[in-house]
């Protein structure tokens, strides 16, 4: 259901065309939830099927051929608000990090050591993933958010770009977490 | 892989029963990789299928029946070995509570409210779990790690007491990390 959410959230910023949605998808919502194009394409369909989504044809290139434009209609924006609306159910831990770590006397140290620099590099990109977003969206230079900007009144239009600050702040400061944690794991080895 | 490894490490703390492992899981490495019942002791049967396990009977009760104990093998231990060696896949972020985060415009103030303060609430309990865990390995009384400890020298264990440390206190530190994200959360909410 979260990819389902993540297009109709997509897509409210205005209709576009499957290859507008897989490329804004990857530009935006695609950093907090991600889905390949091979994902995408299919669920639009199944989307459209189940009058989540309405279609049009529009005009493309000058040879007279057409693409398919998604609409979210009514039943999706009700869809869509549902699922905001709804609980999450967390689920209990289960942090291959973690599991691994719990268990670093099987290997050597400098073994142990590399884990935690990749865990330091992987949360790094994260959070300049999450970093670059954070100044797109606050300046509002972030395309899909300015499409949908559009759409609202200014004192709206401030509480959608807070939540989309919200979760990447978010984002930061897990990533932010991660680092600090393995850089603390790294001092305790080398103390060891 | 993750549970047939968790079920490995877990089992060279000392020979048990699929009943003890399953007991023992639930209170030790089953915090940070949960897995039921009913995943376990299939999962025991295909790793001695698989040469990683070895099994002996063992008198269980006054009836004269037996319970099948468990002991890893030398290709279990290496097993363990290869897998804490690799590295780790890092995945692109999937995380569903960002995203509905990134969406809150489409329910009211008070859902969104009470949104992040589930968030709080779990990551609190998990926070406690980490805490009680990190209490008992660092007294040295959590009765599966005792078990382990019996077979390394000073030194040895010195540093498998803090490889289990080390793992509770990145859990920490991320639930912290969640908590103080979603207060962050609930203040903009209140100022919005």
């Known amino acids: 259901m979260s990819l389902r959410s993540a297009l109709l959230a997509l897509i409210t910023a205005g209709p576009m065309t499957g290859y507008d949605a897989a490329k804004r998808f990857a530009g935006s919502v695609g950093n907090i939830w991600y889905a390949s194009d091979s994902q995408i394409y299919p669920e639009l369909r199944k989307m ?39 609980p999450l159910t967390y689920t209990l831990e289960r942090d291959p990090v973690r599991l691994r770590t719990a268990y ?44 949908r900007l559009e759409t609202y009144d200014d004192a709206e239009a401030r509480r959608v770009v807070e939540f989309k600050l919200m979760a990447y702040r978010g984002v930061c400061a897990r990533s932010q977490a991660e680092i600090d944690w393995a850089e603390e794991c790294l001092g305790t080895l080398q103390a060891l």
């Open 104 to 147: 670093l006397e099987w290997t050597d140290p400098a073994t142990a050591r590399q884990h935690f620099q990749e865990h330091i590099e992987h949360h790094s990109r994260v959070l300049q993933m999450a970093e670059e977003q954070i100044e797109e969206i606050t300046r509002r230079t972030h395309p899909t958010l300015r499409r």
């Open 48 to 86: 459209e099927a189940d009058g989540l989504l309405s279609t049009r044809p529009v005009p493309w290139g000058s040879k007279g051929t057409t693409k398919t434009e998604y609409t979210v209609t009514e039943d999706g924006k009700a869809a869509l608000g549902d699922w905001v609306a709804s």
